[in-house]
């Protein structure tokens, strides 16, 4: 019995400066549900995390339609998740001279998308035969080339002279 695989498709965005923890809390709405599905989800989450992840969702898709062949809407989110990245240390000035650390958390987040059990394959693509066609602005044989009249350059012309006030009041 031989298995179709399954095919995933995932993207990645790195270093997004969010903590993993806030970010969790959205990729936890739309795990297990259909893309069009967790646009809708995504886009009416008032989260700053689901602009990022949106943007990571749209990058998966754009991967399955580009590189597998796959119609986007036919697909699943079959995974996601918010594993954490370096953190930055920053220094604030405190009283009597002391300093306090400055924890600024990043995170990488990641999407895999699957196509849904029920969707029909999509037909692999036909590359078609390039026609070459002859070019308009090229002269053909036939046809000689028109030559161009020389354009002479505008002459330069000198500021007018500026009349002083006590000029013009003499006048």
């Known amino acids: 019995m031989a298995t179709a695989e399954r095919q995933e498709v995932q993207a990645v965005a790195k270093w997004v400066r969010m903590s993993p923890r806030k970010a969790r809390l959205v990729v936890d709405h739309i795990r297990g549900r259909p893309v069009p599905e967790a646009r809708t989800v995504l886009a009416f989450t008032q989260r700053a995390a689901a602009r990022e992840i949106e943007k990571v969702l749209s990058s998966a898709v754009a991967n399955a ?10 697909l699943v989110v079959s995974a996601a998740f918010v ?3 370096p953190v930055m240390k920053r220094w604030r000035a405190r009283a009597r001279g002391r300093a306090a650390r400055i924890r600024k958390p990043t995170c990488h987040i990641t999407v895999r998308l699957t196509p849904v059990e029920g969707a029909p394959e999509p037909a692999p693509k036909v590359e078609e035969p390039k026609v070459e066609e002859p070019k308009v602005d ?11 009249p020389e354009k002479k350059p505008a002459p330069k012309r000198k500021p007018a002279a500026r009349k002083k006030k006590s000029e013009e009041a003499s006048s």
């Open 65 to 74: 339609e580009a590189n597998h062949n796959l119609v986007g809407d036919d």
């Open 138 to 148: 090229e002269p053909t044989a036939e046809e000689p080339k028109a030559e161009k």
């Open 83 to 85: 594993d954490e990245g």
